[in-house]
């Protein structure tokens, strides 16, 4: 978005604010909890930047920061997110033995399977059914089979039981993943386990791992929903 509105002549800027205490998760928050000086300090173009794709129209996967728990992309298409978080990966095993893992295990989920297995191919893991061959490998898989009653019988403190393994979760098209999912009026059983074992995962990696998210069109609803199922207040770092 900020490349597109600096390509129409817009003057783009970026704000950086503490939100420890979640009272401040949008600039209306923050001036109402903080005041104007607070605003001022956010914007202030000597402050350190983070979203630096004002700058560049394609995703760079070598400047991702790894010392964020939480990447959050919403990107639209033809941004370069494959070939990004290909990189990103890599530099995520440099960060599990940095942190005194051997490796990583990544888990891949996301609404469709044609999705699921170019995923697969991104962070070098196996799909589902391949998986079943060779369960030592990384999944990628659709979330609806992110239970234990599915063909994989998945479980998420099972698939990340390996103490020297960092925990990564990538959670593709999270928006439309989680449609429906958490309506509790209209829930079957099947998608309450779905649920709890995608909570599960959820916080495993929050405690001692990486979550990325993607989405094209993600509110802060799904976001919201995210935080709620790992029980954990940690803001994504957005791109």
């Known amino acids: 978005m900020a490349w597109l509105l600096k390509q129409a002549g817009c003057q783009v800027s970026t704000a950086n604010w503490d939100n420890a205490g979640g009272t401040a998760k949008g600039v209306d928050d923050l001036i109402v909890s903080q005041g104007l000086a607070a605003w001022e300090q956010a914007i202030d173009p000597g402050q350190p930047k983070h979203d630096y794709q004002v700058k560049t129209k394609y995703l760079d996967g070598s400047v991702l920061p790894l010392d964020r728990p939480w990447l959050n992309l919403n990107l639209p298409t033809g941004m370069g997110k494959t070939t990004a978080l290909a990189a990103y990966k890599d530099r995520l095993m440099e960060l599990a033995i940095r942190r005194g893992y051997k490796s990583i295990r990544i888990l891949v989920i996301g609404p469709l399977e044609r999705l699921g297995r170019a995923n697969a191919a991104t962070f070098g893991v196996l799909y589902r059914i391949d998986w079943l061959k060779d369960q030592s490998q ?24 390996d103490p020297d393994l960092m925990p990564v979760l990538f959670f593709d098209e999270h928006d439309q993943s989680l449609s429906g999912l958490a309506d ?47 029980d954990t207040t940690i803001e994504p770092y957005r791109v």
Do not use: P
Request: hydrophobic share 45%; charged share 20%; with cysteine.
């Open 138 to 161: 990384g999944l990628a898989c659709c979330i609806h089979s992110l239970h234990s009653n599915s063909q994989i019988e998945f479980r998420a403190d099972e698939f990340w039981g």
């Open 184 to 230: 509790a009026a209209k829930m079957t059983r099947t998608q309450a386990a779905i649920l709890n074992e995608l909570s599960k995962a959820l916080k495993i990696v929050a405690t001692r791992g990486i979550l990325i998210t993607s989405s094209a069109t993600g509110q802060e609803r799904e976001i919201a929903l995210i935080q709620r199922l790992a």
